[in-house]
């Protein structure tokens, strides 16, 4: 999968894991439907969709004592501005359209961009309803106040109001409401919706021998295209059961029936184990012998900002993938598991870096905790650096990629 297209054409989760869907297709994963009975053969590729969610996996040749999960995890959402339901403002002349911030956004970087508008659309087919992928082909923009008319912006910075200064101009003038535009674009009546705004700049390389990404949802979309890659590569016969977990809602805390402090990757799990013949109890034995690499961006060190770091800690964009851990258990890292990630690295040959955050600044968290708290399962928190992070357009280094795409083939292939 081409990582700038797979960018550029997952504007929103729903279309990330849509693209995701796509290309698991093409490369003969065939699709199970989760309120269907399920008849898994052995040694094949199968994925499963709940919302903007996937869960892809490969059965093993034969399911054995030794049989244990080799599981990856990512997320499939980032920080955005989301339309409210009844969006529609008419001020100065101009129609207005009135978002709510969605996750961590550094929300100074969403004015004065080309912004696009996507998500999904539940529409009225007769007496049914169905979910339309939607892609508006309009462009607006939330312009920022000139500085004649904010004269100390510069020293005294922008104090964003989300309520107040988030409203992106639409058109000139308000004669239909936003949902009639939408609906006369896709061509249904509307019964509900989400949606959110996404900077319409195509990704890109920078630097001067290419060697950099800029994009918007490098965070953590950069995770889903590497594990992608690693799964679908390995194609050997295995008494593993090799899989890839794509959770929505992590950047609000993933306590969703997508997100991964729900039931998602469980119910999955189990689900495949049953088709073994294992039982509940064999299930939860295999789990505490298996590893999950949960994978998503770290902080790289700011040319600017040098001192934000932890010295002995601090990864240098492109000069290798980050294993991070904390002493506070916000990432999931435990000696015994990293060890089985730094033997990969040393064997293949992939630079690796340790992130560890100042004590004096708090730490973040990522989906593995609550997947190493509520699976059991021994679990390794690593990622790209990446610089910018939760921008509307972040900066991320290629040789990290492809360090990461290389450690995702060699774990699956193990």
């Known amino acids: 999968m081409d990582l700038l297209n797979y960018l550029n054409d997952s504007v929103t989760p729903w279309h990330a894991a849509a693209n995701l869907a796509k290309q698991l297709q093409l490369q003969g994963f065939v699709e199970l439907l989760e309120a269907e009975p399920w008849e898994l053969a052995l040694n094949s590729a199968y994925f499963v969709r709940r919302g903007a969610a996937i869960f892809a ?33 008419n001020v100065a002349g101009f129609h207005l359209i009135h978002p709510e911030v969605y996750g961590g956004a550094l929300i100074n970087t969403w004015f004065d961009r080309d912004l696009g508008i996507a998500g999904i659309a539940m529409v009225q087919n007769r007496d049914k309803l169905e979910k339309k992928l939607v892609r508006m082909s309009a462009l607006c923009r939330v312009p920022e106040l000139a500085i004649h008319l904010n004269r100390g912006v510069n020293e005294t910075g922008f104090q964003v109001n989300p309520q107040n200064h988030l409203n992106a101009c639409l058109s000139g003038s308000a004669s239909k409401l936003f949902v009639t535009s939408l609906e006369e674009e896709i061509g249904a009546k509307v019964i509900d919706f989400e949606l959110q705004f996404f900077d319409a700049q195509p990704a890109a390389l920078g630097g001067l021998s290419k060697e950099w990404i800029y994009s918007g949802r490098l965070d953590n979309l950069l995770s889903c295209e590497a594990i992608f890659d690693g799964l679908v590569s390995q194609t050997d016969a295995s008494e593993q059961v090799r899989g890839a977990l794509f959770f929505d809602n992590e950047e609000i805390g993933s306590e969703t029936r997508t ?26 034995g295999k789990l505490s012998d298996s590893i999950l690499l949960s994978l998503d961006v770290a902080h790289a060190t700011h040319p600017a900002y040098v001192e934000k770091m932890e010295p002995n800690h601090s990864p240098i964009l492109g000069k290798g993938i980050v294993l991070k851990t904390n002493a506070k258990k916000r990432y999931a890292s435990e000696a015994e598991s990293n060890a089985v990630v730094k033997m990969l690295c040393q064997q293949n040959q992939i630079p690796l870096q340790i992130f560890v955050s100042r004590n004096d600044m708090p730490c973040g968290s990522t989906v593995g905790p609550h997947l190493s708290a509520e699976l059991g399962i021994p679990t390794v928190d690593l990622g790209e650096a990446i610089l910018s992070m939760h921008s509307i357009r972040e900066m991320s280094a290629i040789a990290d ?7 995702m083939s060699a774990f699956y292939k193990a």
């Open 259 to 284: 997100g991964a402090a729900g039931n998602f990757a469980e119910a999955m799990l189990e689900r495949v184990a049953a088709s073994g013949g294992i039982s509940h109890g064999e299930f939860l």
């Open 57 to 89: 996996f490969r059965t093993p040749c034969k399911w054995t004592a030794k049989t244990r999960f080799r599981l990856t995890s990512a997320h499939t959402d980032f920080p955005a501005l989301k339309i409210t339901p009844n969006p529609d403002k």
């Open 401 to 407: 990629h492809d360090g990461m795409r290389k450690l």
